[in-house]
């Protein structure tokens, strides 16, 4: 069973956010909601400067699930992390839960009404009929429903973000850390070492990869 | 004698409710994943490829739909994608 993921190689991300409009534009995402955006550290630091795509990473133990007062998040059977709108009360909880900062809320009217809740859906819609008319003005569009990934990583001009099934971006990656020999700062268990083959211990258990 | 023994008590009650502040309760959240409320959705797979498309499927099948997707994502990576 796939597990979809995202992965940003910060050795190669130039900040363009390419991936922040190409998001907005596919999924046509409302004036103050950023699904995806960048960040930059160390600013202006002659080669300690870096830079990490970030969105809903898709957690397979999500905060936001677990903190939800109304239970409006599901998995799909893929691992990505959906939430029905018609459900959702706006309360801003996941905001607070998650640590990636990637709930928004679209703010209308004259107080600042906060509305329901926005995310990445790893351009894979939400509870409507998949590629309707109603999905696509919820939730964007569902590209893994065309058999398509997430547009943000597919238009990616440098490949710095990666999107799939979690164990081939995490070969991508590995096979670009052994060839370029740095950013073996790596982190997770499949992405350092591989997947387990024949003879060998698997992961620890809880270990997240 | 009587007054002592109250007051022996009254210690004793005291001492025990104390060495209920060094009992140790887990202070670590237990995240339960709540029940979904909300409407089911559908599984991408059930779709059929669309016509213009480039990704091919068997509907329905939720193996071929992963190879798809498994070998589009190999379009990331250009060590496939240009021979070095």
Redesign the interface.
Known sequence: MARMKFLCDAERCIACNGCTTACKNENDVPWGVNRRRVVTINDGVIGAEKSISVACMHCSDAPCMAVCPVDCFYHTEDGVVLHDKDLCIGCGYCFYACPFGAPQFPQTGAFGLRGKMDKCTFCAGGPEPDRSEAEFKKYGRNRLAEGKLPLCAEMCSTKALLAGDGDVIADIYRDRVVRRGKGSEVWGWATAYGPPKGGQKPAPQGAKS | MRALKWVVVAAAAIAMAGLAGCGEREQVVV??????????????W??A??AY?S???TQGN?KS??D???T????????VRIDH
């Open positions: 995240y339960k994943q709540g029940k979904y409320q909300g409407k089911p959705d559908q599984l991408p059930n779709n490829p669309l498309g990704a091919k499927w939720e739909w992963e798809e997707l498994k589009r994502t190999q379009n990331q990576n250009e060590y």
